[in-house]
Nanobody, 124 residues
Framework: QVQLEESGGGLVQAGGSLRLSCIASGRAITSMAMGWFRQAPGKEREFVAAISWDSGSTYYSDSVKGRFTISSDNARSTVSLQMNSLKPEDTAVYYC?????????????????WGQGTQVTVSS
């Protein structure tokens, strides 16, 4: 079984920064691809970024490219999301997810394990 625990959410003004962390535990976790998604009230869950533990390859949505950076620390089984130049439209609950396939994907239905989420609120 895989467990994912997010932290680091909060309230920040537009233009500010936050760093989210996801601690992953469980069998073979570092053979999986890891992703961040977000969901705003009344909207569908949206892909943000993904990373491969093995290769370090990354994949970003167009809406966050150049502002957000996903990284991994294999020794600590932690995946982080550094969010800079935050905008009010970034407000959402952010979820960490793990995909047993090594391929990076933006498709939420392909991810097998999910954390509980952490709230990010960006004020204007």
């Amino acid at each position: 079984q895989v467990q994912l625990e997010e932290s680091g959410g909060g309230l920040v003004q537009a233009g500010g920064s936050l760093r989210l962390s996801c601690i992953a535990s469980g069998r073979a976790i570092t053979s999986m691809a890891m992703g961040w998604f977000r969901q705003a009230p009344g909207k569908e869950r949206e892909f943000v970024a993904a990373i491969s533990w093995d290769s370090g390859s990354t994949y970003y949505s167009d809406s966050v490219k150049g502002r957000f950076t996903i990284s991994s620390d294999n020794a600590r089984s932690t995946v982080s999301l550094q969010m800079n130049s935050l905008k009010p439209e970034d407000t959402a609950v952010y979820y960490c997810a793990a995909d047993r396939s090594v391929a990076l994907t933006a498709a939420a239905y392909l991810y097998d394990f999910w954390g509980q989420g952490t709230q990010v609120t960006v004020s204007s």
